[in-house]
């Protein structure tokens, strides 16, 4: 399994709690998630699942004046998105418990 298989899996839910800390802009978003360690993640992934998000009615967003430019789309969290968020953590803690599980009965024996 590749990195990016994984990624598809839990990069929405990390986009939740990214935005659920303080409203951000796309490419503030990417460079967050970047110094995070998605290091892969680029701004072809983030934008399309931004959009998604905010149709779905988990972000919405405002746009708001750059010192540096044109205007900026802000995202934040709506109250939707807020429980999407709580679902989201309460099964990632679930399969992580079960993935430690699986790897420590394997005793630390390389294959």
């Known amino acids: 399994m590749n990195n990016s298989q994984l990624l598809k899996g839990v990069l929405e839910g990390c986009v939740l709690i990214v935005v659920s800390q303080d409203e951000v802009y796309g490419y503030e ?3 967050k998630l970047n ?7 680029i701004g072809g992934t ?3 699942l931004l959009q998604k998000l905010e149709k ?3 972000l919405t967003s405002q746009q708001k004046p750059s010192s540096e430019g044109p205007m900026r789309k802000y995202y934040s ?3 939707q998105g807020q429980k999407q968020l709580h679902e989201f953590v309460s099964q990632w803690q679930a399969l992580e418990s079960v993935v ?5 009965q394997k ?5």
């Open 46 to 48: 983030v934008y399309p």
């Open 29 to 31: 978003l990417v460079q």
């Open 77 to 79: 969290l709506t109250k």
């Open 100 to 104: 430690n599980k699986i790897i420590s």
């Open 56 to 58: 779905r009615g988990d």
């Open 107 to 111: 005793g630390g024996q390389d294959e």
């Open 35 to 41: 110094k995070l360690g998605f290091t892969d993640v």
